[in-house]
């Protein structure tokens, strides 16, 4: 079966700092990847996407970027964090193909992070 | 992706069916209605989606009325770890071509089963 790693859990980092978050996902192969941020009280906004191997599309101008240096691994960066980066950051996988089952997205545990 | 529309809240008692509805009045032929939940402090969670049949899973049961304008989420005997936002997506698959493209999460409906 399918499973989809996030680390760290939690992170507080001062503002100025760099970021670096990580998301695997085992038991599938050439999946779709996502990352979204999830502010307090708000709904999901997708960051970043990526349909392969150093294939990355952006959704919104910010201060982070992504990287995809394996099939399976996802790569949320920052070079200097802003007060507003804080949130919940979450990756999610789909399988790849076309179709409504190709579709549903599998959600990590996500990443806390409070920019101080 | 069509608009939807579901109520701010909801409560349930332990061990009874919870019907969470979904009204999408604009969907058109081709989108289908997916249903997630985020338990407090986890990432979403898929629970089922369907076309215009009637689908069931070992997590829950929709129901789309004919004219799929609405929908039904069933949790058949809710216990306290349903406790959650449950949010309707009405989304078109991708059939060709590549890219894909986030889900559009609205505010949902926060259920919860009281013991």
């Known amino acids: 079966s399918q499973t989809i790693h996030q680390w760290p859990a939690t992170l507080v980092q001062p503002v100025g700092s760099p970021l670096s978050l990580e998301c695997t996902v085992e038991?599938?192969?050439?999946?779709?990847l996502y990352w979204y941020r999830q502010a307090a009280g708000r709904g999901l906004q997708l960051l970043f996407y990526?349909?392969?191997?150093?294939?990355i599309s952006s959704e919104v101008p910010q201060n982070l970027s992504a990287s995809r240096p394996q099939d399976r691994q996802f790569i949320l960066s920052s070079k200097k964090l802003l007060l507003s980066d804080s949130g919940f950051y979450l990756c999610?996988?789909?399988?790849?193909?076309?179709?409504?089952?190709?579709?549903?997205?599998?959600f990590g545990p996500g990443t806390r992070l409070l920019v101080l | 992706d069509a608009k939807t529309t579901q109520p701010t809240s909801m409560d349930c008692a332990e061990g009874r069916a919870a019907n969470l509805p979904c009204n999408h009045s604009?969907?058109?032929?081709?989108?289908?209605v997916y249903w997630y939940r985020q338990i407090h402090s986890q990432g979403p969670q898929y629970i089922i989606h369907?076309?215009?049949n009637n689908e069931t899973n070992e997590m829950a049961s929709l129901i789309i009325t004919e004219d799929r304008k609405s929908s039904t989420l069933i949790l058949p005997h809710a216990t306290l770890r349903d406790t959650a936002v449950y949010y309707c997506?009405?989304?078109?698959?991708?059939?060709?071509?590549?890219?894909?493209?986030?889900?559009?999460f609205g505010k949902g409906t926060h259920l919860i089963i009281q013991p």
């Open positions: 604009t969907i058109s032929g081709n989108e289908y």
């Open positions: 038991g599938t192969s050439n999946p779709n």
């Open positions: 999610a996988w789909t399988p790849a193909g076309t179709g409504a089952m190709y579709e549903t997205q599998y």
């Open positions: 369907g076309l215009k």
């Open positions: 997506i009405v989304r078109s698959p991708k059939y060709s071509g590549g890219g894909a493209d986030g889900l559009t």
């Open positions: 990526s349909v392969g191997i150093g294939q």
